[in-house]
Nanobody, 126 residues
Framework: QLQASGGGLVQAGGSLRLSCVVS????????MGWFRQAPGKEREFVAA????????HYADSVKDRFTISRDNAKNTVYLQMNSLKPDDTAIYYC?????????????????????WGQGTKVTVSS
């Protein structure tokens, strides 16, 4: 199970930190991803982190503003979001693949993930 939290309403330029707790699996065995879906749009990749946390990848739209990290001791992945913009408004989902991944593997497609959190809503006002 994946349980996401931390969303809310924030003004443009503000910050939020999303968390996703994973249970029922060996958390350190696979990469993790964050995706988002805005109203009327398809779900899109935001960021991914490798199983050990040493490798990350970001969508161009969030690069230099968002930071993905993980704490394997707490079975938790985070998404620190700074300098938020109204275009960042969406429901944010954490995701995990079914199979274990390599040390530096980063999955960036929705089709590569098998388990999804329930989503946490982020609204950025202008």
């Amino acid at each position: 199970q994946l349980q996401a939290s931390g969303g809310g309403l924030v003004q443009a330029g503000g910050s939020l930190r999303l968390s996703c707790v994973v249970s029922g699996r060996t958390f350190s065995g696979y990469c993790m991803g964050w995706f988002r879906q805005a109203p009327g749009k398809e779900r899109e990749f935001v960021a991914a982190v490798s199983r050990g946390g040493g490798y990350t990848h970001y969508a161009d739209s969030v690069k230099d503003r968002f930071t993905i990290s993980r704490d394997n001791a707490k079975n938790t992945v985070y998404l620190q979001m700074n300098s938020l913009k109204p275009d960042d408004t969406a429901i944010y989902y954490c995701a995990a693949p079914d199979l274990t991944t390599g040390r530096d593997t980063l999955l960036k497609s929705t089709a590569q993930y098998d388990y999804w959190g329930q989503g946490t809503k982020v609204t950025v006002s202008s």
